[in-house]
Nanobody
């Protein structure tokens, strides 16, 4: 069982930055690939970025490439999402998720086994 707790969301102006953190419980964090997803009102939950269990592989949605960076610190059981050059269309609830995969990254939410409660990001124009 893994429990995930996101933090770092908030209100920011367009062009600004935020850093999301997701702290995981348990002693097997390094066995999980991690993903960040987001869901805007009335829309589906979409992948933003993902990172493999040891951090060697990453994935970014086209909409965030070059602006967002996913990273993880397995010693601290934490995954991060650095978000720069934020746009109003980045407004959403952001969720972190854990996938019991030792290798690679998954982009579909159906592959993820554990989810956090989400943190809201609002980007004003």
């Amino acid at each position: 069982q893994v429990q995930l707790l996101e933090s770092g969301g908030g209100l920011v102006q367009a062009g600004g930055s935020l850093r999301l953190s997701c702290a995981a419980s348990g002693r097997t964090f390094s066995s999980y690939a991690m993903g960040w997803f987001r869901q805007a009102p009335g829309k589906e939950r979409d992948i933003v970025a993902a990172i493999s269990s040891r951090g060697g592989n990453t994935y970014y949605a086209d909409s965030v490439k070059g602006r967002f960076t996913i990273s993880r610190d397995n010693a601290k059981n934490t995954v991060y999402l650095q978000m720069n050059s934020l746009k109003p269309e980045d407004t959403a609830v952001y969720y972190c998720a854990a996938d019991r995969a030792l290798f690679g990254v998954a982009t579909s939410p159906v592959h993820y086994d554990y989810w956090g409660q989400g943190t809201r990001v609002t980007v004003s124009s």
